[in-house]
T-cell receptor
Framework: ETGVTQTPRHLVMGMTNKKSLKCEQHLGHNAMYWYKQSAKKPLELMFV???????ENNSVPSRFSPECPNSSHLFLHLHTLQPEDSALYLC????????????FGEGSRLTVL | KQEVTQIPAALSVPEGENLVLNCSFTDSAIYNLQWFRQDPGKGLTSLLL?????REQTSGRLNASLDKSSGRSTLYIAASQPGDSATYLCAITGANSKLTFGKGITLSVRP
């Protein structure tokens, strides 16, 4: 098993759909992250969870709703997205949120029609 | 606010060449610096991690250096191969635990 697994790898959704992205890490880490990567932009941090508690929300619109039921799983619930939300969404984990030695998943490529 | 710059944005070299990728940052109060590799449409793979107290790290054909006083890091790739073609990103964890990424350098190694 790879260290950080993301599903689905590709997702196409309409603006009125509700979908979720899933991330699972098998590294025994306590911090998990969602990043957004758009073309020609640096990675944008969206959310940070440390020991299941959200510690950072980088002014992300409420149409993105994260959920972290335990230290190994992280979800990103998507609702009424906009076409500009189309991007690669990357999940990462680290030992904890102070030691940001990140291990990334392969990403979920999201297209909003 | 930490700013991380990677110039040039793209680089093309012939196979076998030794090359250096540059990363500069504005705030020297850092916790660590990481170099990542990203293949098109894929996630990031960690290549090297340099702690604030270290000057360099090596892994195979890769060597990363850190000079906090000048706000610079370099990733040296020896004897480049077409399989090295990818985007290389530099990321810095500040003393406040904030992680800042550069935009990356897209490397193409020509056979």
């Amino acid at each position: 098993e790879t260290g950080v697994t993301q599903t689905p790898r590709h997702l196409v959704m309409g603006m009125t759909n509700k979908k979720s992205l899933k991330c699972e890490q098998h590294l025994g880490h306590n911090a998990m992250y969602w990043y957004k990567q758009s073309a020609k932009k640096p990675l944008e941090l969206m959310f940070v969870y440390n020991f299941k508690e959200q510690t950072e929300n980088n002014s992300v619109p409420s149409r993105f709703s994260p959920e972290c039921p335990n230290s190994s799983h992280l979800f990103l619930h998507l609702h009424t997205l906009q076409p500009e939300d189309s991007a690669l969404y990357l999940c990462a984990s680290s030992p904890d949120s102070t030691r940001r030695e990140l291990f990334f998943g392969e990403g979920s490529r999201l297209t909003v029609l | 606010k930490q700013e991380v710059t990677q110039i040039p944005a793209a680089l093309s070299v012939p196979e076998g060449e030794n090359l250096v990728l540059n990363c500069s940052f504005t705030d020297s109060a850092i916790y660590n610096l990481q170099w990542f590799r990203q293949d098109p449409g894929k996630g990031l793979t960690s290549l090297l991690l340099i702690q604030s107290s270290q000057r360099e790290q090596t892994s195979g054909r890769l060597n990363a250096s850190l000079d906090k006083s000048s706000g610079r890091s370099t990733l040296y790739i020896a004897a480049s191969q077409p399989g090295d073609s990818a985007t290389y990103l530099c990321a810095i964890t500040g003393a406040n635990s904030k992680l800042t990424f550069g935009k990356g350098i897209t490397l193409s190694v020509r056979p």
